[in-house]
């Protein structure tokens, strides 16, 4: 009897851990749209923590841009902006989503970019327009293609 009563606290706490990791596992699986849509937001929190190794980590290992650029292109901006910026944020604004056979998506992004900086005025600000290609990969959206201009400029 006392053997079965000490057992009793581990079956549960056993039960309690293979209950809570089902009921995680067993929710609505994000859809696509939603997908795109978070990266969008993660992307925006990593570019203001100017966390760099985690955006390329956004981006497909065969990107490539209209450009010429690849993925270590693209670092190396990321790398570039962030070193002559002491602050980052960008207010960001989805134009367009588009979702293509569930594994791939066009997205038009708009983009202020602010940052602080030891330049004369202390600041610099800018507003873009993305043209962006994601493609799923293993389970995750990558980036694999982007246009980008000043917006009511043109994209390159």
């Known amino acids: 009897m006392m053997a079965v009563l000490s057992a009793i606290p581990s079956r549960i706490a ?5 209950s809570v990791w089902l009921c995680g596992c067993g929710g609505p699986a994000e859809g696509p749209e939603e997908a ?3 990266w ?5 929190e990593l570019a203001e923590a ?19 650029n690849n993925r270590d292109d693209i670092e190396d901006k990321f790398r570039i902006y962030f070193l002559r910026q002491n602050k980052v944020a960008l207010i960001t604004r989805i134009e367009e989503l588009n979702i293509h056979a569930d594994s ?4 038009v992004l708009s983009v202020a970019m ?4 030891d330049g004369t005025l202390g600041f610099s600000a800018d507003a873009y327009r993305f043209e962006m290609e994601f493609e799923l990969e293993g389970g995750k959206w990558l980036l694999t293609s982007a246009r980008w201009g000043d917006i009511g400029g043109d994209l390159l």
């Open 14 to 18: 056993i039960a309690g851990l293979l």
């Open 36 to 38: 795109i849509r978070s």
């Open 40 to 44: 969008v937001k993660q992307g925006r």
């Open 50 to 68: 100017k966390d760099r190794r985690a955006l390329v980590g956004m981006i497909s290992p065969n990107y490539t841009d209209a450009r010429g």
């Open 104 to 107: 791939a998506a066009d997205l």
């Open 114 to 117: 602010a940052g602080t900086n």
